[in-house]
């Protein structure tokens, strides 16, 4: 039996982990034909909270960043042959806005989304995404592995 998916969300935050993820969503994408690709970028304002010298130009920097390098991955998806890709930019907690509430508002039914790099220390001290995502969200999702990275 092969699961047919309608809907996939890979969040991105220009790793080679999340570069992998896009690569295999766009590869799942054209082998099922007309499914839609969502990319998505979460800018975490929790974390940009904590910097003491934090003005409104480093949001509007932070999230030009991450509009251009969307617009490159969407550029590749379409290059790829897809045609029904859109790309969205979030503020919030990457963990719970990944797992939860961008499929749901989305109506997602897969998230494609890299592997970490963190060892077992860091994972303990300051959790990982994909782990989270992983537990908490309520439709499939795969995890993708950095291939350079496996080999090592």
């Known amino acids: ?6 809907k996939i969300l890979v969040p991105v935050d220009g790793s ?3 570069e992998a993820a896009l690569k295999r969503a766009i590869a799942l994408a054209k ?3 007309n499914v839609e690709l969502v990319i998505a970028n979460v800018i ?11 003005d409104n130009t480093m949001i509007d920097t932070i999230t030009e960043d991450a509009r251009q390098s969307l617009e490159n991955y969407k550029k590749e998806a379409t290059d790829a042959g897809l ?8 503020y919030g907690s990457p963990k719970t806005m990944i797992a939860t509430d961008i499929p ?7 998230i494609v989304i890299g592997a970490t790099g963190l060892n077992t ?3 303990l001290v300051v959790g ?3 782990a989270f995502v992983t537990r908490m969200a309520t439709i499939d999702v795969l995890v993708v592995r950095c291939a350079k990275l496996a080999q090592k």
């Open 1 to 6: 039996m092969t699961q047919s998916y309608q």
């Open 16 to 18: 080679k982990e999340a």
């Open 31 to 33: 082998e099922d034909g």
């Open 44 to 54: 975490d304002t929790r974390a940009i909270q904590n910097i003491t010298s934090f």
């Open 83 to 90: 045609s029904n890709v859109s790309y969205r930019i979030d």
């Open 104 to 110: 749901k508002e989305i109506k997602a039914d897969l």
């Open 121 to 123: 220390v860091e994972r």
């Open 128 to 130: 990982s995404v994909t």
